[in-house]
């Protein structure tokens, strides 16, 4: 079966198109008399319910990155790339019982707004720049490319003849709902975006794993790739393996992992804002919760078809001929990891649940890029042009001010994407980078919340030091980068601690944040639930160290 879609195909794609654009406008409209706040826009009129927000966290987080990225990486790493979904379940719930009860208490709608509370404007501000940067530069044009390489492979013949029009398209899609409703157009159409991307995975994993064996079948599939490819099975990889540089071992369990994960789902912008639009503190943790659980199913729909993929390449005895698997994969930079999932869906996925499938891997993309639109206009509106631009606006300014400054982003963002060329496992090289920068500003948030003696003079010289030190550990030839992130966010806590002590001489700073342990006290049921996780993730680790 080649990549072309199927008139079937094309109208299933087409009824899921219309579906989340009628959806998105639909709750966007504005109520009879009743513009629209700039509480409504940029928090969904803080009324999200739980299941709203944890299915619009993970519709926000799965994107190209990791259908594509992280399936490529499964390819040519094997299952330790799972540590970053199922190390993130963890990492949830710490965000969920420590960081959000000091943020909604705030009545924060922005994470740089933290900043200006806990420090000064002027630190806020830099941030605000550096992260619309990320945003617009490396988050919203990789998603775009990586997006559009998989709907080239599945659509087209997949020599990047479509990769243009893909950009394009995703982006007005994207673009034609969240401009115009804000986070209430991205939120609710993330509940039907979670649920096709969950079936539409499940769909293509099962696919593959029929078509793995002579035989066929599921469980036979499953056994045989865990038979034949035990590497690929390893969690904590040793320092013999060629991939250790990028998952060193045990730091993925109590090491630069950590860094990683709560910088993402802690201080993230497009992430953490669904978050800061619940209903209630309760509501906004049971959400997380319920996101934790979710994650913890992911990588069944990203690593695994990845290690099928490695399999089929491999073709070892046991193993289904496929015709023009080998060259699949080769390209005149030698393996091409990030074509496994687009290859499974052309080759396995039938007429009619293509289009379900090709749905659902659109769903991952443009909700991303919806949720990475909404959180840039709201850093860029709340931050820059309020306090700088127009301190009298009204809320029609603001908002009409988030809806071209979204449009900006997104012409900016197809412009750079086609010049990314190709990424080698592009989900490690998206972390890899991002990390340089993201350990120093873990740390001035981390020192922020929890240490009522940091100063600002201190977070600004810890934040400038941190790319230093930064830099200096990546000229260290074959130096882990996640041992680079640990290290550079400890040093940095210490340059805060050190130069806020010089500066202080152990005083408590003026917007020190007072907490005890009635801040932290969560549910029943968010604790029932927590460690629910926490045994699963125990049992998994155990079973696939």
Known sequence: MNGNLSLLDYIIFAAYAVLILGVGLWVSRDKKGHQKSAEDYFLAGKSLPWWAIGASLIAANISAEQFIGMSGSGFAIGLAIASYE???????????????????????????????????????????????ALFVFVNLTSVLYLGAKAIDTVVGTGDGSMIIYSIIGLAMFAAAYSLWGGLSAVAWTDVIQVVLLIIGGLITTYLALDNVTPEGGVMAGLKHIYNVAPDHFQMILNKDHLEYINLPGIAVLVGGMWVANLYYWGFNQYIIQRTLAAKSLRESQKGIIFAGFLKLIVPLIVVIPGIIAYVMYMSPDGTATIDGVKEAFVSADGINNDKAYPWLISRFVPVGLKGLVLAALSAAIVSSLASMLNSTATIFTMDIYRPYINKRATDKQTVNTGRITAFVAIVVACIIAPNLGTLPQAFQFIQEYTGIVSPGILAVFLMGLFWRWATNRAAIIGVVISMFIAGGLKLIPDFPWMHQMMITCVATMVVIAFVSYLQNRWMVDDKGIAIDRKTFTTS????????VILIVLTLLYVVFW
Do not use: D
């Not at 029943?524 to 460690?531: D, K, L, Q, V």
């Open 524 to 531: 029943t049921g968010f604790n029932i639930a927590s460690y």
């Open 86 to 132: 199922w190390m993130a379940a963890f990492t949830l719930i710490i965000v969920g019982k420590y960081f959000l009860p000091v943020f909604i208490e705030k009545g924060l709608y922005t994470i740089p707004e933290f900043i200006e509370k806990r420090f000064s404007t002027n630190l806020k501000s830099i941030l605000a720049v550096f992260w619309i």
